[in-house]
């Protein structure tokens, strides 16, 4: 049985990610508040904290913060380590994607293939 760190897997715990999570509860704690308070005005401050959850999320991913998609090295799992690759943009990565960072993609050469020789 593997216990969380000892397994191969990266668990994509990130600064952007713990602290877009942390806003977020905060949000839908809000939300849920104002259901059981009939508040309008408490319903939408919620949302516009769930808003600044996900702008911050996606800023701090932009920054450095978050994870490319697919697996890391083992020396990059720790949640303090900066992703050197996220100021040209990850390979499909949407939130890259959206702020305009494209990661500049080597162009395979076609293979050469010669035509064939008709039997005559």
Same mark, same amino acid.
């Given at each position: 049985?593997?216990?969380?760190?000892?397994?191969?897997?990266?668990?994509?715990?990130?600064?952007?990610?713990?602290?877009?999570?942390?806003?977020?509860?905060?949000?839908?704690?809000?939300?849920?508040?104002?259901?059981?308070?009939?508040?309008?005005?408490?319903?939408?401050?919620?949302?516009?904290?769930?808003?600044?959850?996900?702008?911050?999320?996606?800023?701090?991913?932009?920054? +450095?913060?978050?994870?490319?998609?697919?697996? @890391? /090295? %083992? #020396?990059?799992?720790?949640? !303090?380590? *900066?992703?050197? =690759?996220?100021?040209? +943009?990850?390979?499909?990565?949407?939130?890259? @994607? /959206? %702020? #305009?960072?494209?990661?500049? !993609?080597? *162009?395979?050469? =076609?293979?050469?293939?010669?035509?064939?020789?008709?039997?005559?």
């Amino acid at each position: 049985m593997f216990i969380h760190g000892d397994d191969d897997h990266d668990l994509g715990h990130t600064v952007a990610g713990w602290t877009g999570a942390g806003i977020a509860t905060l949000g839908f704690g809000l939300c849920g508040f104002a259901v059981v308070t009939a508040s309008g005005l408490l319903a939408l401050t919620g949302a516009a904290v769930l808003v600044l959850a996900s702008l911050s999320t996606w800023a701090l991913h932009l920054a +450095g913060w978050g994870k490319p998609s697919g697996p @890391r /090295a %083992a #020396g990059q799992w720790d949640w !303090r380590v *900066r992703d050197g =690759a996220a100021r040209d +943009g990850h390979a499909d990565c949407i939130a890259c @994607r /959206a %702020a #305009g960072r494209r990661p500049s !993609r080597r *162009r395979a050469t =076609a293979p050469t293939t010669e035509p064939a020789v008709a039997d005559t």
